[in-house]
């Protein structure tokens, strides 16, 4: 198992561009979230789904787009990069059910840089 | 809502040393805690956890006993290697809430020869 994956690794992008930052699990999990890591902040939940089809906010959803369209895929969206989405973006899974329904299953991160 | 609360850091030792990580939470329910590490570069892993008071989560030489007394979930190793070196999240999952865990903002450990 390839367990969470992340592309890219690293990414620069200019004010007022979009991208699409991917993330994929072969765990066949049902829940899947966002993160953001910033300096200090520690982790802030961005966007979560608890099944394909089914997608809600976190913490900070501002400036950020998800769908989930299938088990496997759980893609974010930035509409318009400003600055202050300058940060380390965590993709993570959980299976959702028995007793380790919790535990999140980390990707490696896609360091974004927006100028 | 559920909050967690570390020791703020960097947390600087020799090899060898007593490690100890505060965490304290406050919760509505009755929440599984979770200590993950991050290592340089890299994601994070989980590495040990307690479902219920008085459990202790142990991997890796790392300990933690979930007390509800007290509310805290302190980390703690007997001797730490450069390796070990890292920032570690202490978290919680309120089973009576939201599946989303509630991370703490992390410790950075470094360890020096």
């Known amino acids: 198992n390839a367990g969470v994956t992340q592309t890219p690794k690293f990414q620069v992008l200019k004010t007022g561009q979009s991208m699409t930052l991917q993330c994929a699990q072969d765990m066949n999990h049902e829940y899947m979230s966002w993160y953001r890591q910033d300096p200090g902040m520690g982790l802030r939940l961005i966007h979560y789904?608890?099944?394909?089809?089914?997608?809600d906010q976190g913490e900070v959803p501002n400036g950020y787009n998800v769908s989930r369209s299938t088990t496997e895929d759980f893609p974010l969206r930035l509409l318009s990069a400003a600055p202050s989405q300058t940060s380390v973006y965590f993709c993570?899974?959980?299976?959702?059910?028995?007793?380790?329904?919790?535990?999140?299953?980390f990707g490696p991160g896609t360091r974004l840089t927006v100028l | 809502g559920d909050s967690v609360t570390q020791m703020e850091g960097p947390v600087t030792l020799s090899e060898e040393a007593f490690l100890t990580i505060n965490c304290t939470y406050t919760?509505?329910?009755?929440?599984?805690l979770f200590w993950y590490v991050q290592y340089p570069g890299e994601g994070l892993q989980l590495l040990l956890k307690a479902t219920k008071a008085d459990d202790k989560g142990s991997n890796k030489g790392f300990e933690a006993t979930y007390r509800k007394e007290t509310t805290s979930f302190h980390l703690e190793k007997g001797s730490v290697q450069v390796s070990d070196s890292a920032v570690y999240f202490c978290?919680?999952?309120?089973?009576?809430?939201?599946?989303?865990?509630?991370f703490g903002r992390g410790t950075s450990l470094i360890v020096h020869p």
């Open positions: 919760a509505t329910g009755y929440p599984s």
């Open positions: 978290a919680l999952s309120d089973i009576g809430g939201s599946y989303i865990p509630t």
């Open positions: 993570a899974s959980s299976t959702g059910t028995g007793k380790d329904y919790n535990e999140q299953f």
């Open positions: 789904s608890v099944g394909a089809g089914i997608t």
